[in-house]
């Protein structure tokens, strides 16, 4: 099952009306993902409000044990949240890391037009929540200085992984 | 590898069945297919305006009404402004036809005899004369029974055109979600990057063509005005409005002003050569300075795809698919190489 939060939980529209009953949920659901969001790093110093306008406007995405999320060198869309479930990251069979609820992955695709860089599997049934580029501008062309904090953000979140990188690189050699 | 397993193949299965999911829904909203154009180039174009307006705070509602209003006010003056002008135009011009066809007989009567002097062969003016004027004289009663036909349609599109263009600002990225959610798992985020990339080439199509167009009207209206052509300011607007369509718009527009300059009394030929080097001045002046500056990278077709594409499309979908023909194929490559990227990749993962 999929669908985004701009359908479960904004306001009073026909298709709300329609829809409200099938995603009940959706406002609980919202709040959980805003709180997740904020707890990374990619939100410090960003309003909760505007950290849940945005929430709004990302995809949810429910994944079967076993099912491929990405694979490396597909072309990206953006960062993934794992909302519940647990996923598998690996490069040429060697994992990387075992994701759970609150965790986030493929960051790199908010920035650059890059492929992904491994593979990503759901090890068990996984709801994940897409941060897509597309949104990410979208909302920056709202609220450029927010969008300006974020970028902040996440370059400060790409350089830390960039020196956890470098420095195990240096352990093995 | 199987040929039915090539990349190659496999792309073009898929993308067929994109162009045939295309087809099929331009073909059930074929009706109001004019209106709903003109209201997506409508909302790509005042899309940032609403969020300009968003932005500093003012509800997004309110936004869109204001958007919508003021373009209202300025398309209700202009079109009050030039409907009546271009009915009388076309009438002057049929009541002229008389008299075109006097001195385009004069003209081919002297050049005729030198021509047939020349070749040898016999040239009857007059019946040259004759036919054109019997067939200009049909087609301007047809413009005419034409333009009053199709005032009922210009009102309906006046009316749909804001109100679909009012919940297209208001609703379309909800409904594009909700859509786009029908992907499955596997070809979500590759619809999402198709999406991206064929939204952002076309919004920048869009305004790329649109200024492009004011650019060009702004010209020629100028030139127009310069060398004494009567209605400069419509025809600019004509010329620029056609400018719209490439390569075939420009040779319609001379051909237009043309008709212009011969319909004007007293006749004078120069009139004919100087409105042809003022859209030829303007072509060049496009070319050189507005498309690299304004369209240039906003699709990246090469001048041959160009033309067949207008020649294949307007004969599949006349008007319409001549303006869709460079957007359209624009956003079939991008949809054509990224299928084919992604299913490239898959293959080359599955072979050990």
Redo the contacts between chains.
């Keep these: 099952m999929?669908?985004?939060f701009?359908?479960a939980v904004?306001d009073n529209?026909m298709?709300n009306v329609f829809w409200s009953n099938l995603f009940r949920n959706g406002d609980s659901e919202l709040q959980v993902v805003t709180q997740l969001w904020r707890d990374t790093p990619l939100f410090a110093d960003i309003p909760e409000r505007h950290t849940e306008a945005l929430c709004a406007?990302m995809?949810l995405?429910d994944?079967k044990a076993g099912?491929?999320?990405?694979?490396?060198?597909?072309?990206?869309?953006?960062a993934i949240l794992v909302l519940s479930g647990e996923v598998r990251v690996s490069a040429d069979k060697a994992e990387l890391a075992q994701l759970r609820d609150g965790d986030f992955f493929g960051e790199i695709a908010l920035a650059a037009s890059e492929?992904r860089t491994a593979d990503a599997t759901a090890t068990s049934a996984s709801r994940l929540v897409?941060f897509?580029?597309?949104d990410l501008e979208?909302w920056i062309?709202?609220?450029?200085r927010l969008g300006a904090r974020f970028l902040m953000n996440l370059s400060a979140t790409l350089a830390q992984r960039l020196y956890a990188a470098n420095q195990l690189i240096a352990k093995q050699l | 590898m199987s040929w039915q397993q090539s990349p190659h193949i496999r792309t073009f299965k898929l993308f067929a069945l994109v162009v045939g999911v295309c087809l099929a829904s331009f073909y059930l909203i074929s009706s109001v297919l004019i209106p709903v154009i003109i209201s997506f180039t409508l909302y790509a174009l005042f899309q940032?305006a609403v969020?300009y307006l968003?932005?500093h705070d003012i509800n997004h509602s309110l936004s869109i009404l204001i958007v919508l209003v003021l373009l209202t006010i300025v398309s209700t003056v202009m079109i009050a402004f030039a409907l009546p002008a271009l009915v009388e135009q076309v009438s002057l011009l049929q009541s002229r036809l008389p008299q075109i066809a006097e001195q385009l007989e004069q003209l081919l009567t002297v050049y005729g005899d030198k021509l047939s002097a020349r070749v040898g062969a016999d040239i009857d003016a007059s019946e040259i004369i004759l036919s054109i004027l019997s067939k200009s004289s049909s087609l301007g009663q047809a413009a005419l029974f034409e333009v009053s036909n199709r005032l009922v349609n210009f009102v309906i599109i006046f009316i749909l055109v804001p109100f679909l263009t009012y919940y297209l600002l208001k609703?379309f990225?909800?409904a594009r979600?909700?859509m786009?959610?029908w992907l499955p798992?596997?070809s979500?985020?590759?619809g999402?990057?198709i999406?991206?990339k064929v939204s952002t080439q076309l919004q920048a199509y869009t305004h790329g063509v649109m200024l492009q167009s004011l650019i060009m009207a702004t010209f020629c209206s100028i030139g127009f005005t310069l060398i004494g052509l009567d209605i400069p300011l419509l025809m600019g607007a004509i010329t620029g409005l056609f400018n719209l369509v490439p390569y075939v718009g420009p040779i319609i527009s001379i051909l237009l002003s043309l008709l212009v300059g011969a319909a004007m009394t007293p006749f004078d030929a120069n009139i004919l050569y100087l409105s042809v080097l003022v859209i030829v001045g303007a072509q060049i002046f496009d070319n050189l300075v507005v498309i690299p500056a304004v369209v240039a990278n906003a699709v990246n077709l090469h001048p041959v795809q160009a033309i067949l594409g207008i020649i294949i499309f307007g004969s599949l979908f006349g008007t319409v698919g001549i303006i869709l023909a460079v957007p359209a194929i624009a956003a079939g490559k991008i949809v054509f190489k990224?299928i084919y990227?992604?299913i490239a990749?898959?293959n080359?993962?599955a072979t050990p």
């Design positions: 999929c669908y985004s701009a359908i904004t529209s298709a406007t995809h995405r994944f099912e491929v999320i990405f694979s490396q060198g597909d072309q990206g869309a953006g492929r897409y897509l580029k597309q979208e062309e709202h609220e450029p | 940032p969020t968003a932005r609703d990225k909800r979600n909700e786009m959610n798992n596997s979500f985020e590759l999402w990057l999406y991206h990224n990227t992604d990749n898959a080359l993962k």
